[in-house]
């Protein structure tokens, strides 16, 4: 795997999650909460812990690929809401269950500071080439 090239997501920047890890199909990010990120109860937006299955899982996917030649997307995403979400910070801790040729599945799990669980889910990446 070549990690010379880590690919910079303009999403990611926007909504400040952070890469802590990603090596060998198992990934932890993070992502500091803002105001901008809650629901009218409060608590964190179901679409936020969902972009962090997503982003999580992403980058487990990632941490297997020759990034010079090849590239992934998603194109399934499950995710089962457990706890309401606070902050200050959330963590997603992804891993790989099965890679293929050019599918690959994998699960993450969201906690927030007090290790409490959030959300889990899974997600089927493709493997593309890059152009």
């Known amino acids: 795997m070549d990690k010379q090239v880590k690919p910079r997501s303009p999403f990611w920047d926007h909504i400040q999650i952070e890469e802590v890890s990603a090596d060998n199909g198992v990934a932890h990010i993070q992502c500091d909460i803002s105001e901008n990120f ?12 969902a972009t962090l299955i997503d982003a999580s899982i992403g980058s487990a996917v990632r941490s297997t690929l ?16 457990i706890k309401p979400g606070k902050g200050p910070t959330l963590h997603a801790k992804a891993t790989i269950a099965n890679k293929g040729r050019t599918l690959v599945v994998g699960t993450s799990e969201i906690f927030d500071e007090d290790n409490v669980l959030v959300a889990i889910g899974s997600a089927t990446f493709m493997i593309l080439k890059k152009k």
């Open 66 to 81: 020759d990034l010079t030649t090849q590239t992934s997307a998603t194109v399934d995403l499950n995710i089962k809401y």
């Open 38 to 49: 809650l629901n009218f109860s409060g608590f964190v937006h179901g679409g936020v812990l």
